[in-house]
């Protein structure tokens, strides 16, 4: 994978905390220098956890910004933008944890439907279904958590876009994987 380096990393999860401290605490902090390798176009989604638990998740699957400006952007709206919980609020940032995962351009998996579980790699891929008018994405850390294989990661994916599980195995469908790089929050104050 073309990836950033682990430096870049630790900046990217730097710059989406001051977002959130900025606007959602309302705190005054240095500005965040950003490396050349940010003005590079790349899908990247930030997750906020909450005491171990998602609070928060959205980004750009595929690279239409640089990443000095979807990183914001994506922290924003993980924060306060995401349908599945209510809005950060100021008194939960000490307890939230944010995790950016800079992304390759997603690949059409081109097997047959009844082949693409043997072209997916659990713990490398992400994937991304598209069909029926619908779309759904899910990123290569989550089969890893939940301890899916690629059967089950691809059912999921499946669930996430609002189709049900096997819809992957039709021709009416389109399979995208991705690969990303994880960058954790070592510590937050």
């Known amino acids: 994978m073309d990836g950033i380096s682990s430096e870049d990393g630790a900046t ?3 710059l989406a905390r ?9 705190d005054k902090l240095p500005a965040v220098a950003v490396p050349d390798s940010f003005s590079e176009k790349r899908g990247v989604f930030v997750t906020l956890n909450r005491n171990g638990e998602l609070r928060g998740c959205i980004g750009f699957p595929t690279p239409v910004l640089s990443l000095s400006v979807a990183i914001p952007d994506a922290a924003l ?5 995401d349908p599945r919980f209510p809005p950060v609020r100021a008194e939960e940032l000490p307890e939230i944890s944010i995790e950016v995962t800079v992304l390759t351009p997603p690949v059409l998996v ?3 439907p009844a082949r693409r579980q043997e072209a997916v790699t659990v713990g490398k891929h992400g994937l991304i279904i598209a069909g029926y008018g619908r779309t759904g994405l899910l990123l290569p850390q989550v089969p890893v958590e939940y301890h899916w294989d690629a059967g089950t990661f691809l059912d999921q994916v499946c669930i996430k876009a609002g189709l049900p599980p096997g819809t992957w195995r039709n021709d009416d469908t389109e399979l995208y994987t991705f690969e990303g790089q994880i960058f954790y ?4 104050t």
């Open 12 to 14: 990217a999860v730097k």
């Open 18 to 26: 001051r977002v959130l401290q900025e606007n959602i605490g309302k």
């Open 77 to 81: 709206s993980a924060a306060l933008h």
């Open 110 to 112: 081109s097997a047959p």
């Open 185 to 188: 929050e070592e510590e937050h």
